[in-house]
C-alpha cells in the first residue's frame, strides 16, 4: 500500500522536522505503543498498537528541514520520504509511504487492503492530530 499526504501546518520547520530526525522520534509523533529500540547502524525498532510486529526502520537520506527519507526491514518492506516546505506562516509537509508485508508477497496488496492500510492511515492522522494541536496551542 501506498499513503500519500500532504498536510500544512502554522508551526516552524524546525519543529515538524524535529519528529522525523530519526525513527527513534516517530513515537513521539504517533504515539506507537513502546519505546523505540535502538538496533544499531541507525536501525530502531519501534512498535506499533495492535500489530504483533514491530516496524523496524532506517533513514536513508536527510538533509535538515527540507526532507527525510527511510526504509523498512524484517516483517516489513517499504520505503517513506517527507519533504518540508517553508511557508510564509509555517510549514508544508509532503511525501509518502510505501509499505507492505514481506512474507505475503503477491497476496499482501489485498491482505493491506482488507486489513492494514486504514490503520495505518490512522496512524499518520494521529500524527497529523498532534501538530494541529501544537499549532492550536501556539495560537
Known amino acids: 500500500m501506498i499513503i500519500r499526504f500532504?498536510?500544512?501546518?502554522?508551526?516552524?520547520?524546525?519543529?515538524?522536522y524535529s519528529y522525523f530526525q530519526s525513527p527513534a522520534d516517530w513515537t513521539r509523533?504517533?504515539?506507537?505503543?513502546?519505546?523505540?529500540?535502538?538496533l544499531g547502524g541507525g536501525w530502531f525498532e519501534i512498535a506499533i498498537?495492535?500489530?504483533?510486529?514491530?516496524l523496524v526502520a532506517r533513514n536513508t537520506a536527510q538533509e535538515s528541514n527540507v526532507m527525510v527519507r527511510w526504509v523498512f526491514r524484517g516483517f516489513w518492506r517499504g520505503k517513506g520520504e517527507v519533504r518540508f516546505h517553508e511557508t510564509a506562516d509555517g510549514v508544508m509537509?509532503?511525501?509518502y509511504e510505501q509499505i507492505s508485508v514481506r512474507c505475503l508477497?503477491?497476496?499482501?496488496?489485498?491482505f493491506e487492503r482488507l486489513f492494514l492500510e486504514r490503520s495505518f492511515r490512522a496512524i499518520w492522522g494521529i500524527g497529523w492530530h498532534?501538530?494541529?494541536?501544537?499549532e492550536a496551542a501556539r495560537a
Open 6 to 16: 500532504s498536510e500544512r501546518f502554522k508551526l516552524p520547520v524546525s519543529e515538524v
Open 29 to 38: 509523533l504517533y504515539g506507537l505503543a513502546g519505546e523505540s529500540r535502538d
Open 49 to 54: 498498537k495492535h500489530f504483533p510486529f514491530p
Open 93 to 95: 509537509v509532503e511525501g
Open 105 to 110: 508477497f503477491f497476496l499482501s496488496p489485498i
Open 130 to 134: 498532534r501538530l494541529h494541536k501544537r
